[in-house]
């Protein structure tokens, strides 16, 4: 039994995991902490020179049901699909994701005055592996990243999916996912491109960390 809880104390412990669930304690502890109001993106303080804002504003929430539904979310990307980048990788993915989301809706949605969630980068986060996991595993792959562009494509058509803005508490921002979704397959591709050029830090698809 000790060696059991031993191994799987190291597997939680690899630096992706690890970064992983540092994202997660972020989110809630930026939540709890009250900063959903100081670190949101808010267009008059970016205005005013405030450029954190752009991505500070994706790792705060409405509240506990939004919170909890990007994390759950979170989770089954972690699941799925985070085996095939690493922990620099993965801290890259995110944060240009994030940023892609945050000059997006600067640029492009003037009528957007505030925004908080996780959700737009959980949409970068998800096509990015995709897009890895489709040498490993093109059907399943190539099914969630279809599946990922439908609901894209019919939050841009139609909006909202039925119930998501009830659990959310709130509107939801379509752009901000389609901003994110973006990013996540330009960075995505970047790496992916850098990986077949004899970059380092090559994947290894057994593994839930590659480092």
């Given amino acids: 039994m000790k060696v059991k809880i031993q191994h799987l104390f190291r597997r939680v412990m690899r ?12 989110c809630a502890i930026l939540q709890l902490a009250g900063f959903d109001q100081t670190l949101r993106f808010d267009r008059g303080a970016i205005d005013a020179g405030h450029y ?14 939004h919170l909890f539904m990007n994390m759950a979310g979170f989770a089954l990307i972690v699941a799925l699909v985070w085996a095939r980048f690493n922990t620099l990788e993965w ?23 505030w925004y908080v969630g ?42 909202p999916l039925p119930g998501s ?31 077949r050029g004899g970059a380092k830090l090559p994947v290894t698809p057994t593994s839930l960390d590659p480092d």
């Fill in 91 to 113: 801290a890259l993915i995110t944060v240009f994701s994030s940023l892609v989301v945050g000059v997006g809706l600067y640029l492009f949605d003037p009528e957007i005055i």
């Fill in 165 to 195: 803005e009830s659990v959310a508490g709130g509107n939801v921002v379509e752009n901000a996912h389609l901003y994110g979704a973006i990013g996540g397959a330009v960075i995505g591709g970047v790496l992916l491109l850098l990986k």
């Fill in 15 to 26: 630096p992706a995991i690890a970064l992983a669930m540092g994202i997660g304690a972020l």
């Fill in 52 to 65: 954190w804002l752009l991505l500070s504003g994706n790792f705060v929430h409405l509240g506990p049901n």
């Fill in 118 to 159: 996780f959700s737009g980068t959980l949409h970068g986060l998800v096509i990015a592996g995709c897009l890895a996991d489709l040498r490993h595993y093109p059907k399943s792959a190539a099914l969630l990243l279809v599946l990922v562009v439908a609901k894209l494509a019919y939050e841009q058509l139609v909006g």
